[in-house]
């Protein structure tokens, strides 16, 4: 049972440059969402979405773009990638909406650092 | 808006002493709460949530938590701690009103346990 796979685990960009970070699962789960994490800052909402084709920023959306197209995948999308945009990114899904809100799987996350 | 308060970013223990982590939250209307765990280089992964009835909760390995709605906290606790709790922790909520997938973390907890 795989759960959430991301990837890369680490990655290495310079200023300016793009990139994805892949994230499926394969819990059939409708929510799936975006974090950052900083030390002394927890974990931060960037992009969620609540099923196919529906998406909706969170508390730090700037810099990121995402997409749903299915059910499985949620890729986030750095598009000039920035200093202050290395971090670790976490994948987290769930049960729709009034199931077991709140219960997110994690993937073992992303480290990504901008030089 | 939501948040989330942790005190104390770094708590240390003996093995075996009680651990008490803090957390207090403020919201508009009656939340869901959740400690999150996460082990180094690992996602997070839940260990308990309140959502409504028995204002006490039990998770897994041996931690509860009570909500108190007049102190607007949820703390979390564990009797005798155990070196493989050494990790750091996550207490959240989410607003039922607009989505319960959607939670705010706080800044997190790092347990140590000393032998």
């Known amino acids: 049972n795989a759960g959430v796979t991301q990837t890369p685990k680490f990655q290495v960009l310079k200023t300016g440059q793009s990139m994805t970070l892949q994230c499926a699962q394969d819990m059939n789960h409708e929510y799936m969402s975006w974090y950052r994490q900083d030390p002394g800052m927890g974990l931060r909402l960037i992009h969620y979405s609540v099923g196919a084709g529906i998406t909706d920023q969170g508390e730090v959306p700037n810099g990121y773009n995402v997409s749903r197209s299915t059910t499985e995948d949620f890729p986030l999308r750095l598009l000039s990638a920035a200093p202050s945009q290395t971090s670790v990114y976490f994948c987290?899904?769930?049960?729709?909406?009034?199931?077991?809100?709140?219960?997110?799987?994690f993937g073992e996350g992303s480290r990504l650092t901008v030089l | 808006a939501q948040s989330v308060t942790q005190l104390g970013s770094h708590v240390s223990v003996s093995e075996g002493a009680l651990v008490l982590l803090r957390c207090n939250y403020s919201s508009s209307v009656p939340p869901y709460l959740f400690w999150y765990v996460q082990y180094p280089n690992q996602g997070l992964q839940l260990l308990l949530k309140y959502t409504t009835g028995a204002t006490l909760v039990k998770g897994i390995n041996g931690f509860e938590a009570e909500f108190k709605k007049s102190e607007t906290s949820f703390h979390l606790t564990k009797p005798s701690a155990h070196m493989s709790d050494a990790a750091e922790y996550f207490c959240?909520?989410?607003?039922?009103?607009?989505?319960?997938?959607?939670?705010?973390f706080g800044a997190g907890t790092i347990l140590r346990v000393k032998s």
């Open positions: 987290a899904s769930s049960y729709g909406q009034g199931y077991r809100p709140g219960e997110l799987f």
């Open positions: 959240a909520v989410s607003d039922l009103r607009e989505y319960g997938n959607k939670l705010v």
